[in-house]
């Protein structure tokens, strides 16, 4: 495994987030963790990438105890996460974006012509085929915008992939362009972390499988083990059952 977890917790003033929460990533596999708003998604997610250390629990990185100060360790570590917002700039090129904070100079000066040269060669060395990386990278679908994100931390060294539900503003042919860059990050080696509420997503690239509700843990599942309606009906089940257990105490 290069990332593992053993019983996370993490508390919030009087707030569990997240409680007893154990999963594995390893090189060439998608670990999906799955459940839906409030599940403790994010905050698991914090954990791993360096921006919240954890309360409890062990943290482990290629096997050794880690806690994590900032998301600059976690880099270093190999562990890269694409949030939501991309963190792009869109009236910049595809090429500006991609080398965002970390350009290749020549001397002092910014080495433009192996700037766009690398950009297009790492993208598509990921079977990415951008018209024009001078184009504003505004101007390219969602689905592009996730591949260009995914396709520049891969360059920037990543062995762990943690990407930050990465569907769930897309429609279903821009969604499937993205999951061909997850299952093609996975196949150059990279361990992926897919967050998402959408297990039909999830499924189809996934090799294990970890579900969240309201901070703890239903199970981890290898795909052999749970099919796509079964992974459905413990998303929806545990929902459900939560919710009956706060009426009935209500009551």
């Known amino acids: 495994m290069i990332i593992e977890t053993r019983g996370i917790g993490k508390t919030f003033g009087s707030v569990l987030a997240l409680r007893d929460v154990s999963m594995g990533v390893a090189a060439g596999q998608v670990t999906c963790v799955l459940g839906d708003n409030g599940a403790g998604k994010s905050t698991l997610i914090k954990i791993l990438s360096g921006v919240h250390r954890h309360d409890a629990g ?6 050794r105890e880690v806690r994590l100060g900032s998301p600059r360790e976690a880099l270093d570590r190999g562990i890269a996460t694409v949030y939501q917002d991309l963190a792009m700039i869109p009236l910049m090129s595809v090429w500006r974006n991609f080398f965002l904070g970390s350009e290749p100079r020549r001397g002092l000066a910014f080495d433009v012509a192996r700037a766009r040269r690398i950009a297009r060669e790492e993208l598509l060395a990921m ?18 915008r996730q591949s260009v994100a995914i396709a520049r931390a891969v360059h920037f060294g990543a062995r762990v992939l943690i990407l930050d539900e990465p569907t769930s503003a897309l429609g279903v042919k821009q969604a499937g362009v993205v999951l061909r860059y997850v299952v093609r990050a996975r196949d150059r080696g990279l361990g992926v972390v897919f ?14 499988f970890l579900l969240l509700n309201r901070g703890a843990s239903l199970g981890e599942y290898a795909k052999a083990d749970i099919t796509r309606e079964e992974l459905t009906g413990l998303m929806a089940g545990g929902a459900e059952l939560e919710e009956l ?5 209500r009551e």
């Not at 018209?131 to 990278?137: A, C, G, M, S, T």
């Not at 257990?245 to 105490?249: D, F, G, N």
Request: net charge negative; hydrophobic share 30%.
């Open 58 to 63: 062990t943290f482990l990185v290629d096997g």
């Open 127 to 144: 079977g990415i085929d951008i018209r024009d990386v001078d184009q504003p990278v505004g101007t390219l679908s969602g689905g592009e």
């Open 195 to 208: 967050i998402t509420h959408n297990p039909h997503h999830a499924h189809l690239v996934g090799d294990r």
């Open 245 to 249: 257990e706060h009426e009935l105490r």
